[in-house]
C-alpha cells in the first residue's frame, strides 16, 4: 500500500474522498483543497483516469519536520531519487508555503534540487538536468508551518485538462469544477438537461461523458507517471484499456437528452468542437438563443444547469442584473417542476431570480469565492410581483411630468428621481437614452444586505420603467468625497456623448469620473450667464469643464477666460468650446491653481462665474481650502478682478453654508440670495443642492 495525495479546488473535498472510495483508496483524510490516501499503484492510475473531480494525483516520497534550511536539504537528500528519476531524465521541483526560515518559495525549490542534484550525481557519477517547462518528472513540495510534504506528480498536466477543449469563452469553467457541479445538483442522467447560457460547452461535455460512463483521463496523451522509473507499463494498459470497453460500451447505451443554448454564435461554435472533441457531440445539441427567447425543449422535466456571468466591473452590474431578472421570469414560465443549479460569485444576481433556493453549496472557480444555489421551480409558479412598486410608481409620475418640460426647455439630460422615497436612497438622471444612477450611502442603522438589496431592486425597477437596457445603465456610488476626489477617474473607456442643453452642445463622459462632466443642478445659472454675457469679458473660475463659458460664449460674450487646475477637464473644456464654434484668441484657458492666478495682477472682468469645491486639499494647491472658512478671502480676490457695474455669481454645495455678511461689508460688496431662483424643475425636491449669490459693488 503506497501513500497519494489527490488535490481538487476547495469545497470538493467531500466529493473527492467518496470518488476516491469508490476507486478503491482507503485510509482516506480530508484536508483544505485535497485527500490523502493510500491504495496500490493501481488505485492512482484508476485516479489518474477516472478521477473527475482531482487537479492532480501525487505520490507521497517524505513527511518531516523542517525548522531551517539544513533540514530542507537534508531531508531531501535523504528521499532515495535513483528509484524515481533515470540517468538521461529531466526534472523539476515546485515548492510552495513557508515558515521563518523557508519565506521565498524559490529558494526553497532550489534547496531541494541542490539535494536531488548532488545525491544524483554521486550515485551516477553524471550530473542530472532541471528542465522547469516541460520535465520528464516534476517534484512539488509543501511547507505548513514546520511540516514538510515532498511529493511526486503522477498527473503531469493538471487532470481538468481532460484533452477535448480545443477553444473556450470567457471566463470558462475548469472540467473538474463543471464535474461537482453536476454531482451537486443531484443530476439524474436518464434526465433532460439544459444549460441556457453554455458558452464553450464544458458543463454538458462533462455531463455527457458522465452519461456515457467515458473515464475524463481516456483522451489524454500523457500523465507524469509515465516517465517514471516505478510506472507499471502492463497495469497501465490494463486499466486504459478496460475504460476505451466502458465508453465504447457507454456511447452506445446513453440514452441522455442535453440540450445547450448561448446567444454568442461564435462560443457556440466552440462548444460544438469540443463536443466533436470528446467523442460525445451525438448526445448534445447546440443552438443559438438567449435567455429573454428561451424555449424548454424538453418534453419532461428535468435539471438546468449553468454557470451564468458575473462581471467584476462595476459598470456590467445593470445589464446582469437585468439578465438574472429575466431567467427568474423564464424558469418560472417554461421550466415548472424543473430542478435547477446555478453557481455564479455574487450571490446579490442569483437573489435577483426571485426564488427560493433549496441549498446553497459553497465552491471555488481558481480563488474566485462561489454559491452553487439548487432550486426546485413549483408546478404552480407564477409571474413574480412587480419589484419596489412605490419606488417604480414615483419614477414613472415624475417621468411623466418632467420630459414634456424637458422637450420645451431643448434639454435632454436631467434628473429623474432624487431620493425622493428615503428608503430607495438615490439619484437616477437621465442622458439622451443613458441612465445613470448614484447610490447615497446608507444610514449606518441599515443593515447593508437591506441596503444593498434595495438598490438592486431600485436599479431593476428603474429599467422596467424606463425600458433602457442594462447596457445603458451606469452605476455609481456618492458618498462623501474629499479634496478632488470627485474628479478622480473610476475607469478608462474614453467614451463621449453629445448632450444638448438649452442652445450648447456639450460633451459628457457617463463612465469613467464620479460626475458626467456637466453639474445638472447649475442648468438655470449657466442659462442666465448666456443671458447677462453679450458684449462682456467673462471670467470663469474653478471652470470644471467649461460648460458656463460655453453659455456665456454663445450669449455674445466679448471674451471668455476658463480657469481650472486640471489639465484633463481643461482639455475637456477646449473641446466643449470648440464644439460651438467658439475658437480664437478671444477665448482663453489658464491651467493655474485658481487662489494662487488671483492673486497675480491681471484682467479686470464685467462678468464672473466662480463655483469653488467646498474642500480642496490638491497637491498642486499651495494651501488647503475650505469654502465657508476661506469664502470672504476668495472674494477679496475676485474683486479685484470686478469692474465697477461687474456682477459676480457665486456658487457652492455646502449644505448650511453662511454667507459673511460682515466680511462682505468690509469688501464693499453686497450679496443677494438667488438659490430659489437658481433650482431647475428636476431639483425642485432638493432644495440644499447648491446655494448662489449675487454679488455686486456696494452703491
Known amino acids: 500500500m503506497l501513500p497519494f495525495f489527490a488535490t481538487c479546488p476547495k469545497g470538493l473535498e467531500s466529493l473527492l474522498t467518496e470518488e476516491l472510495k ?205 516517465a517514471w522509473s516505478g510506472h507499471d507499463r502492463a497495469l497501465w494498459q490494463e486499466i486504459s484499456a478496460e475504460a476505451t470497453v466502458r465508453a465504447t460500451r457507454g456511447m452506445k447505451q446513453a440514452n441522455t437528452r442535453l440540450y445547450g443554448f448561448d446567444q454568442d454564435k461564435r462560443v457556440l461554435a466552440f462548444a460544438q468542437e469540443n463536443a466533436e472533441s470528446a467523442g460525445v457531440a451525438g448526445l448534445i ?79 471555488f472557480n481558481g480563488a474566485l469565492a462561489c454559491e452553487l444555489r439548487n432550486y426546485q421551480i413549483a408546478e404552480d409558479a407564477r409571474a413574480a410581483r412587480p419589484l419596489a412598486e412605490d419606488f417604480a410608481n414615483r419614477l414613472a409620475k415624475n417621468i411623466k411630468a418632467l420630459e414634456k418640460w424637458a422637450r420645451n426647455e431643448q434639454i435632454d439630460c436631467y434628473r429623474l428621481y432624487d431620493a425622493d422615497l428615503p428608503e430607495y436612497n438615490a439619484a437616477i438622471d437621465r442622458y439622451q437614452d443613458y441612465i445613470v444612477i448614484q447610490e447615497y450611502a446608507a444610514p449606518k442603522t441599515i443593515p447593508e444586505y437591506k441596503a444593498r438589496g434595495r438598490f438592486y431592486d431600485l436599479v431593476q425597477a428603474t429599467m422596467a420603467v424606463t425600458g433602457v437596457q442594462g447596457s445603458k445603465v451606469i452605476l455609481k456610488v456618492r458618498s462623501r468625497q474629499q479634496g478632488r476626489e470627485q474628479y478622480e477617474k473610476l475607469d478608462r473607456r474614453d467614451q463621449w456623448l453629445e448632450v444638448q442643453e438649452h442652445n450648447a452642445r456639450l460633451l459628457v463622459n457617463l463612465y469613467d469620473y464620479l460626475d458626467t462632466g456637466l453639474f445638472l443642478d447649475h442648468r438655470p445659472i449657466r442659462k442666465q450667464l448666456g443671458e447677462l454675457a453679450r458684449g462682456k469679458d467673462f471670467l470663469n473660475l474653478f471652470a470644471y469643464t467649461g460648460t458656463a463659458s460655453v453659455h456665456a460664449g454663445l450669449g455674445g460674450a466679448k471674451s471668455t477666460t476658463t480657469v481650472d487646475m486640471s489639465r484633463t477637464y481643461l482639455g ?115 432644495p440644499h443642492i447648491h446655494n448662489c449669490w449675487e454679488i455686486r459693488r456696494s452703491r
Open 285 to 363: 445539441r447546440f443552438a443559438q438563443g438567449s435567455v429573454t427567447s428561451l424555449i424548454n425543449p424538453a418534453a419532461e422535466p428535468g435539471w438546468l444547469i449553468s454557470n451564468p456571468p458575473y462581471g467584476e466591473r462595476l459598470s456590467e452590474f445593470p445589464s446582469l442584473l437585468g439578465l438574472h431578472q429575466q431567467l427568474g421570469d423564464t424558469l418560472r414560465d417554461q421550466f415548472k417542476g424543473w430542478h435547477v443549479s446555478l453557481i455564479s460569485s455574487s450571490p446579490e444576481l442569483l437573489s435577483c431570480l426571485r426564488l427560493r433556493h433549496e441549498k446553497i453549496y459553497k465552491l
Open 22 to 226: 469508490n476507486l478503491g483508496a482507503t485510509s482516506l483524510q480530508e484536508t483544505v483543497a485535497g485527500v490523502a490516501f493510500k491504495g496500490e499503484l493501481a488505485t492512482a492510475y484508476r485516479a489518474c483516469m477516472w478521477s473527475r473531480l482531482a487537479s492532480r494525483i501525487m505520490l507521497q516520497l517524505a513527511d518531516f519536520t523542517m525548522r531551517d534550511d539544513m533540514d530542507l536539504y537534508l531531508g531531501a537528500a535523504n528521499i532515495e531519487w535513483e528509484q524515481h528519476i533515470q540517468p538521461g531524465q529531466t526534472f523539476a521541483v515546485d515548492f510552495s508555503g513557508g515558515n521563518d526560515a523557508i519565506t521565498n518559495t524559490q529558494y526553497g525549490a532550489l534547496k531541494i534540487k541542490d539535494a536531488i542534484v548532488d545525491r544524483l550525481t554521486k550515485r551516477w557519477g553524471e550530473r542530472p538536468n532541471v528542465d522547469k517547462r516541460t520535465p520528464d518528472i516534476r517534484i512539488l513540495a509543501h511547507l505548513k508551518r514546520n511540516q514538510l510534504s515532498i511529493t511526486l506528480d503522477l498527473s503531469g498536466p493538471a487532470l481538468h485538462q481532460r484533452g477535448y477543449r480545443q477553444q473556450a469563452g470567457e471566463a470558462p469553467l475548469k472540467e473538474n469544477l463543471a464535474a461537482a457541479i453536476l454531482l451537486r445538483s443531484g443530476w439524474n442522467i436518464t434526465k433532460p438537461l439544459v444549460d441556457p447560457m453554455c458558452g464553450s460547452g464544458t458543463l454538458l461535455i462533462e455531463a455527457a461523458l458522465m452519461a456515457a460512463d467515458q473515464a475524463p483521463g481516456l483522451l489524454r496523451v500523457r500523465f507524469g507517471f509515465m
Open 572 to 686: 475637456w473644456a477646449e473641446r466643449n468650446m470648440q464644439l460651438n464654434g467658439l475658437t480664437g484668441r478671444r477665448h482663453q484657458f489658464v491651467q493655474a491653481d485658481c487662489l494662487n492666478w488671483l492673486s497675480k495682477p491681471g484682467d479686470d472682468y464685467d462678468l464672473i462665474f466662480v463655483d469653488p469645491p467646498t474642500f480642496s486639499n490638491s497637491k498642486r494647491m499651495e494651501d488647503a481650502f475650505d469654502v465657508q472658512r476661506d469664502h470672504i478671502e476668495l472674494l477679496r480676490l475676485l474683486s479685484n478682478r470686478l469692474r465697477p457695474d461687474g456682477l459676480l455669481i457665486f456658487s457652492n454645495n455646502k449644505r448650511h453654508f453662511k454667507m459673511d455678511m460682515a466680511g462682505l461689508e468690509e469688501l464693499g460688496l453686497v450679496a443677494k440670495d438667488i438659490t430659489k431662483a437658481s433650482l431647475p424643475k428636476d431639483f425642485a425636491r432638493n
